[in-house]
């Protein structure tokens, strides 16, 4: 195998070696059972072209190859999380189109070959109608195979903005005159049990049993997490698990307005997006939460996107550990239309 000017591997026919990444030659075709279409003659361009629509699928060959280490990245994972479905394929573009040009090409020469002509004395025209002709039967899905071979990945997908849980009443005043969104030392007590009233009342929107075990890691969260409760920081669902259960880029998503994720005691984190700090716990029981484009789950610690400081940035964790006992994945249903 040879290595071109982009760095890309290359087997003796030219067919680009590789998936994203790296230089996996691609796997030789197996030779136990020809399924080729018996010939005699020559014909046309659009002739043979047409006999291209009509062969076994079997026939034609998967044009993209993906090796079996090769992944998503950071940047794909977020635009799959996040139902960006034309940033995940224009990402993949180059990548795709190089595999699909060569590997149609490989084919078109021994197909062409076994019917008596010869692919160096067809047109520039008639190569590109022959090579779409390829290109409308290739069954290779890029995406799905990538997804596959990316490994488990702590995740985070937001449950509530502390900061919003924490509201003076209706003419703007605070109860007692305290601001329990800020750190007060005279008045800690007084702030952690509305803190800790808040988060109760966040979970309990998600569906948690608040029982005396799950307040007493909302104890925890309030005393041992950020002092501040400004707008940078979060309360998140964190676990370690696969990115296809959580995004919103799937090909079966069809109308559907998100996912519900129910998870059986998960770990929650209240961090600090900004100076990076926080705390994490388990909450027994069942927890809900639906991702959506607007709300979507995303890497906890990824070097792109602008969630801030993750979890594991802030305290090094170690990730398998947030793998919650269970985790539950459906489509939400569409959004009824109003009338």
């Known amino acids: 195998m040879s290595i071109d000017a982009t760095g890309r591997g290359h087997n003796d026919k030219g067919v680009p070696g590789a998936g994203q990444f790296n230089g996996h030659v691609r796997p030789a075709a197996g030779t136990d059972v020809d399924l080729r279409t018996p010939y005699e003659g020559t014909a046309t361009a659009s002739a043979l072209a047409e006999t291209i629509r009509t062969l076994d699928p079997r026939e034609i060959p998967d044009l993209v190859y993906v090796a079996y280490d090769d992944k998503l990245t950071d ?8 139902g960006d479905f034309d940033a995940l ?8 189109s190089d595999q699909q040009y060569e590997a149609a090409t490989e084919f078109l020469r021994s197909f062409l070959d076994d019917r008596g002509a010869d692919w160096d004395d067809l047109s520039d025209d008639d190569h590109d109608e022959l090579r779409q002709a390829v290109y409308d039967r290739d069954r290779s899905d890029p995406i799905r195979h990538l997804l596959r071979n990316t490994h488990d990945q702590l995740l985070r997908a937001p449950l509530r903005s502390p900061a919003d849980l924490i509201v003076p009443d209706a003419d703007g005043e605070w109860p007692d005159g305290i601001d329990a969104r800020f750190y007060n030392d005279t008045h800690w007590d007084a ?8 988060l109760q009342e966040a979970l309990a929107s998600h569906n948690v049993t608040v029982t005396a075990e799950v307040r007493q890691a909302l104890e925890e969260l309030v005393v041992e997490g950020p002092a501040d409760w400004h707008d940078g920081v979060s309360l998140d669902v964190i676990w370690y698990g696969d990115v296809a259960e959580a995004g919103l880029a799937g090909a079966d998503r069809g109308e559907a307005a998100g996912r519900t994720l129910s998870f059986e005691n998960a770990e929650v984190v ?6 990076g700090s926080g705390y994490s716990a388990r909450i027994p029981g069942t927890l809900t939460t639906t991702v959506t484009d607007d709300a979507p789950a995303f890497l906890d610690s990824a070097r792109s996107g602008n969630h801030g400081y993750g979890w594991d940035d802030v305290a090094g964790v170690v990730k398998p550990y947030f793998r919650p006992d269970t985790v539950a994945s459906t489509w939400q249903a569409p959004a009824a239309v109003a009338a």
């Open 89 to 96: 394929t224009d990402s993949t573009d180059e990548w795709v």
């Open 270 to 275: 209240l961090i600090d997006r900004v100076n």
């Open 75 to 82: 940047e794909q994972i977020d635009a799959y999380l996040s």
């Open 191 to 198: 702030i952690r049990e509305r803190r800790v009233a808040a």
